[in-house]
């Protein structure tokens, strides 16, 4: 047998009962699955060894298993026999009866066929040492029989998914030699026992339901970490550290002495005779001024002061959730406080536990996505510079905190510290529709199509005119990266009333291209100030440009004037996204919606309409086709915003930024 590769061992095996079988039961056999097979093979470039003749029965084939009584094949064995390229559709997918597949060890490459899907009673999966390459397949997750699935020593990319969990019956998950990217979901099967992602490109941290596998299984990624591997660093510090007492330079205290003698051995075996005597006469002058008795311990603060003020400070926060940690005055200091409803269990630590990923960096601080170890999501803003006093950050989140509308983001909780001020927010996996609007133009992205525009325009009204209707709230920061889609992609306000914990000092340029002239001198935002966000919001959606955008012609235009000064001189249908100009139909719908747009934008505050009104009229176009009326008198709007800026009317746009 020594002789025999296993392969060719089981080969000859194969032939032998070929032979041996071979006038028996021709009749019975699987019909549609030898046709796959026949098409799969005539298809995909292969050894010689297979030599498939289709007047025997496919049962009696090279690497092929029909069940009991011939009726269907029930695994194919095809490893190491030089399959090169990609498995074609309606070829091994067609074989819904299979149990077992083997393909490991060829060359076939690219992805899986989507109609993978259809083996769901597979319960093995061997595609190891092959070059299939892009994402983890989709298919796979819904083949809920698996037991054992190997993708490693592939070239497969992207994350992996946490669908992986459909796999109920898994014991093998064998991963590694890929290119998988990101985070490790959370995969929980307990049935699991061998389980390896080593030499992938993976980071995050290692959740907690993976860390009883070896470190072995980790090994060579990007940065893993956590679990058996060394702790993740927190991705953001500790939310209550001692303040750094650095003791003055001339008193090093003990420990610092005994950092020099580490780093004077280190000099030794570097080697380098000349550090060594140098580090050596520091050390003595060091020692020596110690021994001078200078208590060289500074005292900690004690966290206890702290506490106890913050605890002094808030005894009416009644609707706050209350003790992640049992509210005694040690607990304090790490309290989450959650809003209404409580549809979130998770405490500080957890949070503090979970992998972060940037999500963005913005004037008011930076967003992570936070994948707690539960699988739960959340968004996780990190504040930076927040000028208030607790009392203040802790009413004005209150007010935050009550805000209930579809069309708004809830603010879900948030911590305050001295150091250290975050809010958490439900995670919106569709997006912002900045990006919606403005990512990767034209390389393959879906553009966004009219209906949906009038639908983020309206949706986004309402969750506004909520906003200062029922909240007495003032967003203060309205622009496209702060409008994020939800799954009907309806627009969902975030960033809601941040404003007033920075105070009036934040320069006006924070929001550029979406604030009302007068904000920038008042340095004041007000609801009129919002209607004219929301105003430019809209005409970016009706034109397609970012209104950060340099290139609206002229330098240092922005996009209310640009508007203007295109409708002026060409009329309408200039400024329309070329994206919308497919939309014939709609044109007076759009041209409605840019009268509105325009009347937010006016200049003079009071000239502006208030939120419900603008929902009005947006509902009011939707009426569509019974509404004549309205269109007949569809320039009176735009008579209306003409006649605010008179004066404006001929001057070049250049000369008239502020
Ligand atoms: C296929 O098998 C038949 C007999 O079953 C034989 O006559 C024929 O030569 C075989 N074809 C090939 C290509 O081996
Ligand atoms: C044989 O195949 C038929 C369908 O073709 C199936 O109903 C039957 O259960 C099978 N019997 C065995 C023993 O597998
Ligand atoms: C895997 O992909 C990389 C880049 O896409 C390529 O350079 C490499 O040759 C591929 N490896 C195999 C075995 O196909
Ligand atoms: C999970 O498995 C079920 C069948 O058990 C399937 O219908 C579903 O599509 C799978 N989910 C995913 C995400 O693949
Ligand atoms: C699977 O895990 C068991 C127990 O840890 C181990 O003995 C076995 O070698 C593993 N098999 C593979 C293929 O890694
Ligand atoms: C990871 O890659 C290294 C170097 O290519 C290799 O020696 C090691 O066996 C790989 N680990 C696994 C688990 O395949
Ligand atoms: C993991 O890497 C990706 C880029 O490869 C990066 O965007 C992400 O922030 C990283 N996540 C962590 C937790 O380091």
């Not at 003749?53 to 084939?61: E, I, K, R």
């Not at 133009?441 to 949906?452: A, E």
């Amino acid at each position: 047998m020594g002789v025999f590769s296993k392969n060719g061992f089981v080969l000859w095996i194969s032939l032998s009962v070929m032979v041996v079988s071979l006038n028996r039961q021709v009749d019975s056999e699987p019909t549609q699955d030898k046709q796959a097979l026949l098409a799969f093979i005539s298809q995909v470039p292969h050894e010689n060894r297979v030599r498939w003749n289709a007047s025997d029965s496919a049962c009696d084939w090279v690497g092929v298993q029909c069940d009991a009584n011939r009726s269907s094949i029930y695994s194919l064995r095809l490893p190491g026999v030089g399959l090169v390229g990609q498995i074609p559709e309606n070829t091994i997918g067609k074989l819904t009866q299979l149990r077992v597949l083997s393909l490991r060890s060829n060359r076939l490459s690219g992805g899986l066929p989507a109609d993978f899907s259809d083996l769901t009673l597979l319960r093995n999966l061997y595609l190891q040492d092959n070059r299939f390459s892009g994402e983890f397949p989709p298919s796979l997750p819904e083949l809920s029989r698996l037991t054992r699935l190997d993708l490693s020593s592939n070239n497969f990319t992207g994350p992996i998914p946490f669908a992986v969990n459909n796999l109920t019956h898994l014991t093998g998950l064998f991963l590694q030699n890929n290119g998988f990217q990101g985070t490790l979901p959370s995969i929980s099967q307990s049935s699991l026992v061998n389980f390896s992602v080593a030499n992938n490109s993976l980071n995050g941290s290692i959740p907690a339901s993976l860390t009883r596998f070896p470190a072995s299984s980790f090994a060579g990624n990007l940065a893993l970490c956590g679990g058996p591997l060394p702790p993740c660093s927190p991705f953001f510090p500790s939310p209550a550290p001692t303040p750094k007492t650095t003791p003055t330079p001339q008193i090093p205290s003990r420990k610092k002495s005994k950092k020099l003698s580490t780093a004077a051995i280190v000099a030794i075996s570097v080697g380098s005779a000349l550090i060594f005597l140098l580090l050596l006469l520091i050390l003595f002058l060091c020692l020596r001024r110690h021994q001078r008795g200078q208590p060289a311990k500074s005292p900690k603060p004690p966290a206890t002061t702290r506490s106890a003020a913050a605890a002094g400070a808030d005894p009416g926060t009644s609707s706050s959730k209350d003790d992640v940690t049992g509210g005694s005055v040690e607990g304090e200091r790490n309290k989450l406080v959650f809003f209404g409803g409580g549809i979130y269990s998770f405490d500080l630590e957890d949070l503090l536990r979970a992998s972060a990923e940037v999500l963005g960096k913005g004037s008011v601080g930076t967003s992570y996505k936070a994948v707690l170890e539960e699988g739960t999501t959340v968004v996780v803003k990190r504040l930076k510079d927040v000028v208030v006093t607790k009392k203040e950050f802790e009413s004005q989140m209150e007010i935050l905190g009550k805000i209930k509308h579809d069309n708004v983001v809830p603010l879900r909780a948030y911590y305050y510290s001295k150091d250290e001020k975050l809010l958490v927010y439900d995670f919106m996996a569709a997006g912002s529709l900045s990006a919606l609007l403005h990512g990767s133009r034209g390389s393959g992205r879906t553009p966004l199509n009219w209906d949906n525009r009038m639908r983020i325009a309206l949706s986004t009204a309402r969750g506004l005119a909520h906003l200062h209707v029922s909240g007495k709230v003032v967003h203060g920061n309205i622009k496209a990266s702060n409008v994020l889609l939800r799954a009907d992609q309806d627009g969902c306000l975030a960033d809601v009333g941040l404003n007033l914990l920075f105070g009036s000092s934040t320069p006006p340029n924070r929001v550029a291209g979406y604030h009302a002239p007068e904000v920038v001198e008042t340095r004041k935002v007000t609801f009129k100030s919002d209607v004219y966000s929301f105003g430019v919001l809209v005409l970016e959606l009706l034109t397609g440009k970012s209104p950060n955008q340099a290139s609206l012609g002229e330098e240092g235009i922005d996009l209310p004037r640009w508007v203007q000064s295109v409708v002026r001189e060409e009329w309408t249908a200039e400024v329309f996204d070329v994206e919308l100009m497919r939309y014939h139909n709609s044109e007076e719908e759009m041209v409605q919606l840019l009268q509105i747009a325009m009347a937010c934008v006016s200049t003079v505050p009071d000239q502006r309409p208030d939120m419900p009104d603008v929902v009005r009229m947006i509902e009011e176009i939707n009426r569509g086709e019974t509404d004549d009326g309205l269109r007949q008198s569809s320039d009176e709007p735009s008579k209306g915003s003409d006649g605010h800026t008179p004066s404006q009317s001929r001057t070049p746009p250049h000369s008239v930024t502020p």
